[in-house]
């Protein structure tokens, strides 16, 4: 009988620390059409740091894809969206995190996406270049509605889509990023910006 007590005491004491010792709370459940739901996409940035896919949730951003060793639309893409964030310092909006994902993982390793970074006056964590470790950047391309295809020279055929994503990895509007800013665009993210 003793040792029934003890046992209902320590039940009761249990209960009474319990939520100290809780699970954390868990995140919502991403929306059906957030590219964050892309299965086991692990990264790696142009300063070494791993990071996955899903890690992005929680503010808006900028996506595209690219490959180091191009010579014209790549770096015309990140140049791009230099002058989107500046036309966004311009509007006087914050600047917003930009993340561009090679499909070329096979020669893109970190030296190579820090020497793109470095030629083009870019930083992490603010404008991430990126190598798939795991998973498939195809299917990113897919959902981003970007196509690319190997040539025999050593290159790619592709075209150059960045889109806006929201805090949950929704896509709220897309541009081709190989000229001037499309200024709806810049008032897309701005209006985002706003809505936060």
Do not use: W
């Not at 230099?82 to 090679?102: C, D, N, W, Y």
């Not at 990895?169 to 706003?194: H, M, N, Q, R, Y």
């Amino acid at each position: 009988m003793l040792a029934l007590r003890h046992l209902l005491l320590l039940s009761g004491l249990m209960l009474a620390v319990s939520p100290a010792f809780a699970a954390p709370p868990v995140a919502p459940a991403l929306p059906e059409n957030s590219i964050y739901r892309i299965p086991a996409l692990s990264l790696r940035d142009q300063q070494g740091t791993p990071f996955s896919l899903a890690s992005l949730r929680g503010q808006p951003r900028l996506i595209g894809m690219f490959y180091g060793s191009c010579q014209m639309a790549c770096p015309l893409e990140i140049e791009t969206l230099k002058r989107i964030e500046h036309a966004l310092e311009q509007a006087g909006a914050t600047e917003i995190p930009v993340i561009l994902v090679s499909f070329d993982p096979a020669r893109d390793d970190v030296a190579m996406l820090h020497k793109v970074a470095a030629e083009h006056r870019v930083s992490a964590p603010e404008f991430r270049l990126a190598r798939p470790e795991q998973g498939d950047e195809g299917m990113l391309a897919g959902v981003l509605g970007i196509a690319y295809r190997p040539l025999p020279s050593g290159g790619f055929s592709h075209n150059v889509v960045v889109a806006l994503l929201d805090a949950e990895g929704s896509i709220v509007s897309t541009t081709d990023a190989s000229g001037a800013p499309d200024p709806a665009f810049v008032k897309a993210i701005v209006a985002l910006e706003a809505r936060r």
